[in-house]
T-cell receptor, first 117, second 111 residues
Framework: NAGVTQTPKFQVLKTGQSMTLQCAQDMNHNSMYWYRQDPGMGLRLIYYSASEGTTDKGEVPNGYNVSRLNKREFSLRLESAAPSQTSVYFC????????????????FGSGTRLTVV | TQLLEQSPQFLSIQEGENLTVYCNSSSVFSSLQWYRQEPGEGPVLLVTVVTGGEVKKLKRLTFQFGDARKDSSLHITAAQPGDTGLYLCAGDYNAGNMLTFGGGTRLMVKP
């Protein structure tokens, strides 16, 4: 099925460890996004990529880095994990054009549940 | 930072009851979307509203966009257990640049 695939689904890290969350979409979308979801706070944008080769900071970028490897893949890296980064991480993609977002919204992956101890 | 407030945060009702949840902002939206999220899954788009005063219906769900395009509501008629989930509103402030999400309303419909 077409969509957004995230790996891994679950991860436990120790404080200070590093890891990369992977995301791939097969819908030929131009833009991709990384959000984190914490209880009562909705989804907060970490980084986004409007097109292949570009990345921009969102609302909560500190402690994260991203790579838009190609049009399909957008990875999120935690260089030195902290307990405050315990969260559920969602990758999403869309067509980067007003009418497309209005008609089709974002397509989300099923998330990565990360715990930092 | 644009702020989207959703209310109530939690709602537990019996099957067959009606309910309304709200999404409010001090800023004007270019468009607003409602998503539903089930446990262990990502949000799924329900509807997009664009024009002030617009009303859209999706079976038992009615979505309304405020005249000033600063607020929206979702009304569910005769709620069913299958409606259980987290309902998120998301505003597009920059005509397609990116979405800002509200904190969500967690709905539980008991049989």
């Amino acid at each position: 099925n077409a969509g957004v695939t995230q790996t891994p689904k679950f991860q436990v890290l120790k404080t200070g460890q590093s890891m990369t969350l992977q995301c791939a979409q097969d819908m030929n979308h131009n833009s991709m996004y990384w959000y984190r979801q914490d209880p009562g706070m909705g989804l907060r944008l970490i980084y986004y990529s409007a097109s292949e080769g570009t990345t921009d900071k969102g609302e909560v970028p500190n402690g994260y880095n991203v790579s838009r490897l190609n049009k399909r893949e957008f990875s999120l890296r935690l260089e030195s994990a902290a307990p405050s980064q315990t969260s559920v991480y969602f990758c999403a993609s869309s067509e980067f054009a007003p009418t497309r977002i209005r008609d089709y919204g974002y397509t989300f992956g099923s998330g990565t549940r990360l715990t930092v101890v | 930072t644009q702020l989207l407030e959703q209310s109530p945060q939690f709602l537990s009702i019996q099957e067959g009851e009606n309910l309304t949840v709200y999404c409010n902002s001090s800023s004007v939206f270019s468009s607003l979307q409602w998503y539903r999220q089930e446990p262990g899954e990502g949000p799924v788009l329900l509807v997009t509203v664009v024009t002030g005063g617009e009303v859209k219906k999706l079976k038992r769900l009615t979505f309304q966009f405020g005249d000033a395009r600063k607020d929206s509501s979702l009304h569910i008629t005769a709620a069913q257990p299958g409606d259980t989930g987290l309902y998120l509103c998301a505003g597009d402030y920059n005509a397609g640049n990116m979405l800002t999400f509200g904190g969500g309303t967690r709905l539980m419909v008991k049989p």
